[in-house]
C-alpha cells in the first residue's frame, strides 16, 4: 500500500506560480513511475506530466515549457513547479505512484484566477 501526500495548492493570479509536492509513504519510492494529473470542474481527469522511475519526463501540450516535473528519491518526494499560470490550469491535482498497481493522492486545489 502507498499513501500519497499532496500540498501546496492554494490561489493564485495569471501568470504566477506554484510548486506542488507530494509526499510518499513506501519503501522503494524508485521504483515507481510518478505522474501528476489534474481534473477540473465537469472534466476528466487528464495527465499534467509523469517522471519514470529512471526515465525523462513527459509533459501534456498544454503545460510544456511552463511546468517541470521532478523527484527526490531521498525524500520520497516528488514536485511540481507551475510557472506562468493560465486560468485553464484551475482544478484540482493528484499525485499517482505506478509500480503494479497505480496508487493516488487526494488532491490538492489549484485556483488561477484571471
Known amino acids: 500500500q502507498v499513501q500519497l501526500v499532496e500540498s501546496g495548492g492554494g490561489l493564485v493570479q495569471t501568470g504566477g506560480s506554484l510548486r506542488l509536492s507530494c509526499a510518499a509513504s513506501t519503501t522503494g519510492f524508485s521504483d515507481y513511475d510518478m505522474g501528476w494529473y489534474r481534473q477540473a470542474p465537469g472534466k476528466q481527469r487528464e495527465l499534467v506530466a509523469i517522471?519514470?522511475?529512471?526515465?525523462?519526463?513527459n509533459y501534456a501540450d498544454s503545460v510544456k515549457g511552463r511546468f517541470t516535473i521532478s523527484r527526490d528519491n531521498a525524500k520520497n518526494t516528488v514536485y511540481l513547479q507551475m510557472s506562468t499560470l493560465k486560468p485553464e490550469d484551475t482544478a484540482v491535482y493528484y499525485c499517482s505512484a505506478r509500480l503494479l498497481f497505480t496508487y493516488w493522492g487526494q488532491g490538492t486545489r489549484v485556483t488561477v484566477s484571471s
Open positions: 517522471i519514470p522511475r529512471g526515465g525523462l519526463a
